[in-house]
């Protein structure tokens, strides 16, 4: 999942513990609609392991929307949270996308944290609905398309139920924005989970694809694998050689990628299928002569 914390005077009354959301949302007003993941068993990831999910109330929405109306009435994005919002009930969704439609008059565009499984759960014609009353972007944390990757990290979801949940918000006519996850098969499983990740990355076709780099935090599961030896992580180099695996065989319609988050050692954009040639000559002459300077120093990642 992509992942940024943000935090302001504003937010810290407002919100329930750390708030995070996609790079692209960084200028969106935060409406925080559930608290934490319904699923939070996916073993790279630390982000919610302190909160229990619950679903605010109709009261607490109405609250939260009052006040963010009053802070930031000319807000042209609104970005709902926590982790995985759109497992909210589609009648209560459409019913928030109507109330902000309505106080915030500048309102352009609302996006949202689906999971695969929320994703599914909901109907074409629910998905139909929730575009037309004015839901734009669903952000997809595809993470690996590898099914034995998927399983090691308890996804909870097969690739091909990606796949499906991927093309489902496509088929909606809503954006879509995936992530990966760069490293996550570690050593062992690096070139399955290049393949398999663009093999289905080729099959949603997704409008943008955002590449992480995995750095398990201490409150994951995965962090107890990586300091008990039995998971070998990549080395700068190594990530950027499975990036190439990955983008070379990638087969998209219209798609920006860009790995410009503080996880990754080198931020790069490129439009696919146009820039694939130019972003793979980058990478081959980045790592081809070992450009080191070009790197994130280590100490610089963060999350
Ligand atoms: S679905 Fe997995 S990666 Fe996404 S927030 Fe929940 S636990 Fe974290």
């Given amino acids: 999942m992509s992942q940024e914390a943000r935090n302001d005077p504003f937010n810290d009354s407002f919100y329930e513990g750390v708030i995070y959301r996609p790079p692209s949302e960084a200028s969106s007003l935060i409406l925080q609609v559930t608290v934490g993941c319904r699923h939070n068993q996916c073993t790279f990831c630390s982000m919610y392991k302190g909160k229990s999910f619950r679903v605010k109330s109709d009261e607490e ?3 939260l929307i009052g006040m963010g109306q009053a802070q930031y009435p000319w807000a042209e994005r609104i970005f709902l949270a926590d982790g995985d919002a759109l497992t909210l ?3 209560l969704l459409l019913s928030i996308l109507r109330q902000l439609y309505r106080e915030f008059p500048r309102l352009q565009r609302v996006g949202i944290y689906g999971g695969p ?3 599914l759960a909901k109907s074409p014609q629910e998905l139909n609905a929730l575009k037309r009353q004015g839901l734009g972007i669903v952000y997809l944390g595809v993470e690996s398309g590898s099914p034995v990757v998927l399983e090691q990290v308890k996804k909870g979801v097969t690739p091909q139920e990606m796949v499906l949940a991927g093309q489902r918000i496509v088929a909606a006519g ?3 924005s995936c992530t990966v996850i760069l490293g996550l098969g570690g050593k062992e499983l690096s070139r399955e989970h290049a393949f398999g990740t663009a093999n289905i990355l080729s099959a949603i076709d997704p409008h943008y694809l955002g590449a992480l780099t995995l750095m398990p935090e201490p409150d994951a599961p995965l962090y107890r694998r990586v300091k008990g030896g039995e ?5 700068a180099w190594e990530t950027l050689h499975e990036l190439y695996e990955m983008i070379e065989p990638l087969e998209v319609t219209d798609c920006i990628f860009r790995s410009n988050h503080a996880s990754n050692y080198l931020p790069l954009k490129a439009r696919l299928p ?4 130019q972003l ?3 990478l081959t002459q980045i790592v081809g002569q070992a450009q080191s300077h070009l790197l994130r120093p ?3 990642r963060g999350l």
């Avoid at 998971?231 to 080395?235: D, E, I, N, R, S």
């Avoid at 146009?274 to 040639?277: H, N, P, S, V």
């Fill in 117 to 119: 499984k929320d994703i």
């Fill in 280 to 282: 793979l000559r980058t």
């Fill in 231 to 235: 998971f070998k992580q990549l080395t």
């Fill in 61 to 63: 929405i109405r609250r």
């Fill in 274 to 277: 146009q820039e694939k040639g």
């Fill in 174 to 176: 809503l954006k879509l």
């Fill in 298 to 300: 280590e100490e610089w």
């Fill in 89 to 91: 009930d589609t009648e």
